[in-house]
């Protein structure tokens, strides 16, 4: 039985982690240029060949030059570390040999592969963003409980979505908070002889509280129209 969702924490594999640890920058850049030029491709078909990830590679930003045998030997690694796997199409023995092994050359990410990389993309982005509301948060929370009791009595097959819908909103408004007290906590702790330091961190508070006041001015004055 899975654990409950707030003991996400015990479940974690340290497996699916290690391409991410390793101490040498080329192999660990190397390993994630992979996985991220596999996350785009998979929108374009469901496997992609050797020639598709070293060009993808490129357009994800790796300019290293990466030869066929060090591409293989990258995949074998992830394959071990269950976040890739090969494409074995035994369909394709009718073919020819030639086609066998073509098919045999195409590879996509795991489930698990496609969560991990999407999980440290977001945990990446969000480290580096700035502390503001999302755009419209409010707004978007009370229409996410209207569409809510609405589709409860008039259509519940949308009920899943409106739930799914609840719980971005939810992890949004902890985001915001999350960010809004550790600007304060830093603030808090800061030398406050140090212009720079304290400046901005008190800067980010400020724009914070300025945002959601203008947001609930915008709903208030929104209410008061005829």
Known sequence: MPNPPRLWWQDIDPVVWRCFGQPEDLARERNTAVLAAL??????APMSTPADIGAQMRDVGFRDQVTEFELRSVLDYLTSAHLVEPFRDYA????????????????ALTKIGRAVVAAVR???VDSRRA???PSRLLDSVERTVRDLVEHLSSDAGLLPTDLDDVRTRLDE????????YAA?????????TDDLLFGENRDRVIEALRQFRASMGERY??????
């Open 39 to 44: 996350e785009e491709l998979a929108t374009r």
């Open 92 to 107: 394709a023995l009718n073919a020819g040999l030639d086609a066998v092994v073509r098919r045999q050359e195409a590879w």
């Open 122 to 124: 977001t945990a990446v």
């Open 131 to 133: 502390l503001q509301l």
């Open 173 to 180: 408004m902890q985001r915001v908070t999350a960010d809004f």
């Open 184 to 192: 304060l906590a830093q603030m808090v702790q800061s030398d406050v």
């Open 221 to 226: 004055a929104g209410s008061r129209r005829p």
